[in-house]
């Protein structure tokens, strides 16, 4: 008699589809030469490519993953690559002509940043904290001869963003996370010069050289929303070119710097656009529906990278009057036809303000469906449609996903992103709790039948939620949350400490405030289950949030699990951990939040 052979359980090889998805993002296209470097995490964790007109292939062989990169007009590669996670950046430059890589800077303690290089594309500017752990200076970094500096010492962050010729660099300092200005460094007189000096709060972002005088950039100076500016040094005087009511966040000058390229965030969804440097006619170029993440204009054309339902993490170009897809990560047999494009709708919170947010509605059973409310970090983020395994897994088991861009998130605008600043925070927590009641008077759900759940700051509020709402939640995913802010401020990396004190207060001078709205104070409250998920080497957000939630829950005879990821940081860089991880909290959320 035949054993009959086992049955791979039809939902399980579904989900592992899902996760093992692999990405393509990042690009850059070079001016000179017809080529496209990009990141793909093929490999099983992000390390840079080279497309070249044919084919994609891995530049160099790597055992770390790779985030930041800048590309020289010499084709010289600069990459930031870390350590399980740490985020202690190092430099590593790469010569693809002559093969050959050289570490510059960075010994697993600091955090080195690469930046721009100059015309000729032999010096590149890049910044670290090397002196003091928090600020970060400029150095220089040149081909063949090494690395000089600190050549300025800096407060705060820094990043070199452009040249304007062999004697002058741009570079960005954040003030805050909401505010930076454009500062211009002289060689000879060693003396920085802030540009975009300025009242009130502004972004300034992303300069472009246009010509020997004038630099465009992005801005919201005066304005609600990120807008397209020139600025002139010669005269120290700058201007709008073009604006809308809507945030742009991305720009690109054709090699020639003739035309512009220009992304948009409407509602979350990316808009793409082309227009002469002086907007006389603009052309949008059709797109699939999602998130363009990264836009290059080179040699090659315009290069893009989008993530979205239908598509997944991958690199396009503009060329021609066409667009071509350039990468096609594997997808393990999805359908990526069946996706769900998330619908943004508005809804009414607590004290009657309209709240933006984005659904997802599962194509099979009948409302009332299971929930699952899933909450997005920074808190100065947006939730969007990208490519997002999580939604997209969860819904096609049937569950309804409501994810509300709360008072707080970022593309609604200056005044709405700071609605929820230092003792506003409750009010914005509320919208979490709103969403829900809205999605019940519709008939869509049902309380206790509704997971929440949220990374880093998503995991705080996730917390919070369970405890200013106990009775909404069938369970709850904490994901590299902070479980009492006042721990949190003071144990942060200290290069991040003071961009978090505007946002949520100060650790000894707000102590009572801050304590107040910590889920720590409120934990006796909590009642459903709940999975606590936390990398062992996290800087942003230390293990000992999860320890000491851990603990006290456990104290209280709670229902909690926690896992602790002992080779990563504040993500998932890997895709095995991936794998692992979103299983287990898949699964968490089916066992406590069950398909009828």
Not at 139 to 150: A, Q
Not at 189 to 200: P, Y
Not at 227 to 235: F, L, R
């Amino acid at each position: 008699e035949f054993l009959k052979p086992l049955k791979y359980e039809e939902q399980i090889l579904e989900i592992r589809r899902f996760l093992s998805v692999r990405s393509s993002v990042n690009p850059i296209a070079s001016k000179e030469e017809e080529y496209i470097i990009y990141l793909s995490d093929i490999t099983g964790f992000p390390v840079p490519w080279i497309y070249d007109g044919e084919k994609g292939d891995i530049l160099f062989p790597i055992d770390n993953r790779v985030g930041e990169m800048t590309l020289s007009s010499r084709g010289l590669l600069a990459t930031a690559s870390d350590d399980k996670g740490n985020e202690r950046w190092k430099i590593y430059v790469y010569d693809i002509k002559n093969r050959r890589l050289t570490h510059i800077a960075g010994d697993n303690t600091d955090i080195n940043n690469p930046g721009a290089w100059n015309s000729n594309g032999i010096v590149m500017g890049f910044t670290s904290n090397n002196r003091n752990g928090i600020d970060f200076d400029l150095y220089l970094y040149t081909y063949e001869k090494g690395v000089e500096g600190p050549i300025m010492e800096m407060e705060g962050r820094n990043r070199v963003e452009e040249w304007m010729d062999d004697q002058h660099l741009i570079i960005r300092h954040d003030n805050t996370n909401l505010d930076s200005d454009l500062q211009l460094y002289h060689m000879k007189e060693k003396k920085l010069v802030n540009l975009t000096k300025h009242e009130g709060e502004a972004l300034n972002l992303s300069p472009i050289k246009l010509d020997d005088e004038k630099f465009i950039y992005i801005s919201n100076q005066d304005r609600e929303y990120l807008g397209i500016a020139v600025y002139n040094i010669s005269k120290r005087k700058w201007k709008y070119i073009y604006v809308v009511n809507h945030d742009i966040e991305a720009i690109s000058l054709s090699p020639d710097k003739k035309k512009i390229a220009f992304t948009v965030n409407v509602d979350g969804f990316s808009k793409l656009y082309i227009a002469p440097i002086d907007f006389s006619e603009i052309s949008e170029i059709k797109v699939p529906a999602g998130v363009i993440m990264k836009i290059s204009w080179g040699r090659m054309g315009l290069a893009f990278s989008i993530s979205g339902p239908k598509i997944g993490n991958e690199i396009l170009i503009y060329r021609e009057g066409k667009v071509k897809q350039l990468t096609h990560s594997p997808k393990y047999g999805l359908d990526m036809k069946s996706m769900i494009i998330p619908e943004h709708i508005w809804y009414e919170s607590y004290d009657g303000m309209k709240i933006p947010a984005l659904i997802w509605k599962p194509t099979k059973g009948k409302p009332p469906y299971p929930a699952v409310v899933i909450i997005h970090g920074g808190p100065e983020s947006q939730m969007r449609p990208r490519f997002q395994t999580l939604p997209q897994i969860l819904v096609k088991l049937g569950y309804l996903i409501l994810s509300p861009n709360f008072r707080g998130s970022r593309g609604y605008g200056k005044t709405f992103i700071h609605l929820d600043d230092r003792e506003k925070r409750l009010s914005s927590l509320k919208d979490i709790g709103a969403i829900v009641d809205w999605a019940v008077k519709e008939g869509l759900t049902e309380y206790k039948r509704v997971a929440v759940t949220g990374v880093s700051y998503g995991g705080y509020a996730t917390l919070m939620s369970l405890a200013l709402y106990p009775d909404y939640w069938s369970c709850g995913v904490e994901r590299v949350g902070m479980s009492s802010l006042v721990t949190f401020l003071r144990n942060t990396g200290p290069w991040r400490r003071k961009y978090r004190i505007p946002e949520y207060g100060h650790p000894e001078k707000d102590y009572e405030m801050l304590l107040k709205i910590s889920p720590i104070t409120h934990v006796e409250k909590i009642k459903a289950p709940l999975l606590i998920i936390h990398g062992h080497h996290d800087p942003r957000v230390p293990v000992t949030e999860a320890e000491q939630l851990v603990e006290k829950l456990e104290s209280l005879g709670r229902e909690v699990k926690f896992i602790r990821i002992i080779d990563e940081g504040h993500g998932l860089a890997k895709i095995r951990n991936r794998v692992n991880i979103e299983s287990e909290v898949i699964s968490f959320i089916m066992k406590h939040t069950p398909l009828e």
